[in-house]
């Protein structure tokens, strides 16, 4: 079976969304910087649908500074499905020194899930592969008594 060629106009294209100048000085190297971006850049979006789960991969300069965004997955209440392929597609084509994923629990817990680990090691195998800097991996929730608003991966000690 041969591989779908690539039609302008179709799904298979990516987009990826550009970063306003004045947003480029949020640097995005620690998850309350990347949870400032969440709130400020992908929240604010009209397509945004904080009552499901959103994957999101924020591309960065050397700076650490972000210059592009690109939403991988859209999925329910409670799961978004993102493989690294589909995490990476942006990232290469966007040629990005630097990387963090973020997604959102609309529960306002960011505890992670064992499929939230497991995508995360996946992610940092191949970004040492494709030497391309994984940042971080924040999932965004709500701020409670003795809870965070964000979980990082990185804080963790999950992402090296």
Known sequence: MKAPRYRPGTTNRITVTSVREDACTITTDTPENLLKF???????????????ESVVVVM??????PHAWHRVSLGTVNESPACPR????????AGAYGFAVMHNHPSGDPSPSRSD???????????????????DHV????????R???????????IA
Do not use: C
């Open 38 to 52: 969440w709130r400020e850049i992908i929240a604010t979006q009209p397509d945004h649908e904080p009552d499901k």
């Open 60 to 65: 960065m300069n050397t700076r650490l500074r």
């Open 86 to 93: 589909e995490i990476f597609r942006p990232v290469i084509a």
């Open 117 to 135: 680990e497991a995508m995360t090691r996946r992610v940092g195998e191949a970004s040492n592969l494709l030497q391309i800097r994984f940042i």
């Open 139 to 146: 999932i965004v929730g709500e701020s409670a008594p003795g």
């Open 148 to 158: 965070s608003p964000y979980y990082s991966f990185r804080e963790a000690g999950l």
